[in-house]
């Protein structure tokens, strides 16, 4: 029966990847379907319910209460708001750092500024971080949950930096993807990794023009690593402190672990080197070469 349990598993897991490789796919058909310079806020709507939503409820409906029932659509503490800015600040920390250390610039494109804010904010900021959560926390971190929280945490992340398709941007996003997937597995709620993503999103949208200003008339990046790098720090020592008292209140609350988190850190590449997770990351390559 175990093997039996295993094997199923090992099914969904992979049905997991293989979906979103399928995302990946119609992502890039959407992306050459569209004709070139249309509207960048039709195209987010585009990308955002075509390629992610419209999966991500055919999914659910074809796994039914079995996936919705583990996916922490839950709501979160007003107490953890704190714990959330914090995971905010230390993402846009983390990215402008990571950015400026491979020499990409600080901050987002400003294609934005062409739009209409509010549009711009729907689009680009709110939708994103729904979908994206949604999918990429929601279901494929849950899923992968059966290889152990480790890899259930990396590879959802990994899976999420590929969807991006720009290798310049893969560490700042793999960097988000970690965070926002311990966020979500630590306060055990998607809502609450959407609520980062989406203040995250607006850090740079609405901050965008402010950023590049700044770094265009700044001399002295070293020092600005430096305080990044400092102010990173502190966030991530206050969020693992955060951390070990949550998990430390879910044991004297007798809080049952996520089923299915049983896998150690070997079971990471037992999935990454998969044939499932082979065909995305070489999607993700194609896609970077043509």
Do not use: W
């Not at 969807?163 to 311990?182: D, E, N, Q, R, T």
Request: proline residues 3%.
């Amino acid at each position: 029966m175990r093997g039996i349990r295993n094997t199923n598993a090992e099914k969904r897991n992979n049905s997991v990847i293989f979906l979103t490789g399928a995302v990946y796919l119609l992502t890039l058909g959407l992306s050459y379907l569209l004709p070139p310079g249309g509207r960048i806020y039709s195209y987010g709507l585009i990308m955002q319910f075509a390629s992610l939503l419209l999966p991500a409820v055919l999914y659910c409906a074809a796994r039914g209460d079995r996936l919705t029932k583990k996916m922490r659509m839950n709501g979160f503490s007003p107490a953890k708001t704190v714990f959330l800015l914090l995971f905010t600040l230390a993402i846009f920390c983390g990215s402008v750092l990571i950015s400026l250390l491979m020499g990409n610039g600080a901050a987002a494109s400003d294609a934005v500024s062409s739009e209409p804010r509010a549009v711009a904010l729907i689009c680009l900021a709110i939708l994103p971080a729904l979908a994206e959560e949604l999918f990429f926390r929601g279901i494929v971190m849950t899923e992968l949950e059966e290889y152990g929280s480790f890899t259930a945490v990396t590879l959802s992340a990994l899976l999420f930096a590929m969807f991006h398709f720009s290798l310049k941007g893969l560490p700042v996003y793999l960097f988000s993807g970690i965070m926002l997937a311990l966020c979500a597995y630590v306060t055990r709620s998607v809502l609450a990794s959407c609520t980062v993503h989406l203040l995250y999103n607006l850090a740079v949208i609405l901050g965008a023009e402010k950023i590049n200003a700044f770094f265009a008339i700044t001399d002295n990046v070293a020092l600005v690593c430096v305080v990044l790098t400092m102010v990173l720090l502190i966030c991530l020592i206050l969020i693992f402190g955060e951390c070990q008292r949550t998990y430390s209140a879910y044991s004297e609350q007798n809080a049952r672990s996520p089923q299915g988190a049983k896998g150690g850190k070997g079971s990471f590449f037992i999935a990454l080197f998969s044939p499932a997770s082979a065909i995305c990351i070489i999607i993700f390559i194609t896609a970077l070469l043509i």
